[in-house]
């Protein structure tokens, strides 16, 4: 599979930055921030997270953007990507898909701002592009065109394809327990915090009092002692020992966990 990277192309979008890095290095090789003018910590942030940034302020057509990228060492395929308010983080998988069909130019314009439905005679310098994708022989042939050039004025050995988009594609995505349900999202914050009093103790307590509320019921409700009744019996007497058992970690957990914490400031130089 051909390296990917993906270059976030926008202005002032500290409040999505991050989780738009995180996001794209999942997907990707190499994460590149264009940033067009950001007033902002955008740029801040984007350093303190070891991300490339390149600054511009020129113009913001695809035949702009393809000779600032040819000045820079880039990966196989190189997906370029304009974060406004319309973008959602939902997108990305989408668009990285259309990289990975390693087309050499796979550029999405804005229908509103072209005068014809034809996209192959589209100006391109005249439109600030959704999205473009790029092979490093696109973003060559891409730099050399004239501000009055179109797709059709690419190299005929060329992948090209141009889209006229009127609005994003919109996503169907699949609701998870985990962000259906108030219940589910207790336990997926539990599995995520990893804390001994919320993953061993409460639902140790849970299972202790269950089983020593059933262990009453049922030794009350069978008079006979035999294979079924014993099994039960069992299992009760197992449900209440684990429960029991499960508290007692949980205290454990939580008592050597403060322990750890004051002997590590002790030590101004304790490794983190």
């Not at 609701?175 to 207790?186: K, T």
Request: glycine letters at 6%.
């Amino acid at each position: 599979m051909a390296s990917l990277g993906i270059v976030l192309m926008g202005t002032n979008i500290e409040l999505r930055l991050i989780s738009l890095i995180v996001r794209a290095r999942e997907v990707s090789d190499e994460v590149i921030l264009l940033d067009l003018g950001s007033d902002d910590d955008t740029i801040e942030l984007a350093i303190e997270s070891d991300c490339k940034v390149i600054e511009y302020d020129g113009e913001r057509d695809g035949i702009a953007i393809a000779k600032l990228l040819s000045n820079h060492e880039l990966q196989e395929q190189t997906l370029v990507i304009r974060v406004d308010s319309e973008f959602r983080l939902r997108d990305l998988p989408m668009l990285v898909n259309r990289a990975r069909e390693k087309w050499d130019v796979h550029m999405s314009l804005p229908a509103q701002d072209s005068a014809t439905d034809d996209a192959e005679t589209v100006v391109i310098s005249s439109a600030e592009p959704l999205h473009i994708c790029f092979s490093k022989n696109g973003i060559k042939a891409m730099s050399e065109l004239n501000l009055t050039s179109n797709a059709l004025d690419l190299p005929q050995e060329l992948d090209v394809r141009v889209l006229l988009t009127k609005s994003r594609t919109k996503v169907t995505q699949r609701e998870s327990l985990a962000s259906a349900s108030r219940i589910g999202q207790l336990f997926y914050w539990m599995l995520e915090s990893k804390h001994p009093l919320l993953t061993f103790l409460l639902p140790g307590f849970i299972l202790f009092v269950v089983g020593y509320q059933l262990s009453g019921n049922v030794l009350d409700t069978y008079q006979e002692l035999n294979q079924t009744t014993l099994g039960i019996g069992m299992a009760v007497i197992a449900v209440t020992l684990i429960g029991l058992f499960s508290m007692m970690v949980g205290i454990m957990l939580y008592v050597m966990g403060k322990q750890i914490k004051q002997v590590e400031a002790q030590y101004d130089d304790w490794p983190e």
